[in-house]
């Protein structure tokens, strides 16, 4: 089972960025599709951005054109560059295989706190 490791969360001002990794302990090519998901305080998960072993990428309307999805397959690792970023992007960022086109997720890793002060 491949264990992730997110990393690169902090504290930054609204307009600020910050550019978050996911490690894998295994392969990512064989979790095919990968995506970052946020959770804020009393709010669902959410898919913010995918990106297919091919480099396809996909994202959420409330971040498109603000987040930028990458992935190293070789180095099993997966990035996520947030620029223009707004108090309501505070929320605990998790990377994950993207479902779908999955079918079920890998095990959950301890996330990184993203905070945006206004």
């Known amino acids: 089972q491949v264990q992730l490791v997110e990393s690169g969360g902090g504290l930054v001002q609204a307009g600020g960025s910050l550019t978050l990794s996911c490690a894998a302990s295994?392969?990512?090519?064989?979790?095919?599709?990968m995506g970052w998901y946020r959770q804020a305080p009393a709010k669902q998960r959410e898919l913010v951005a995918s990106?297919?072993?091919?480099?396809?990428?996909n994202y959420a309307d409330s971040v498109k054109g603000r987040f930028t999805i990458s992935r190293d397959n070789a180095k099993n690792t997966v990035y996520l560059q947030m620029n223009s970023l707004k108090p309501e992007d505070t929320a605990v960022y998790y990377c994950?295989?993207?479902?779908?086109?999955?079918?079920?997720?890998?095990?959950w890793g301890q996330g990184t706190q993203v905070t945006v002060s206004s």
């Open positions: 994950n295989a993207a479902v779908p086109p999955n079918r079920s997720f890998a095990t």
């Open positions: 295994g392969s990512i090519f064989s979790l095919g599709a």
């Open positions: 990106i297919t072993r091919g480099g396809n990428t």
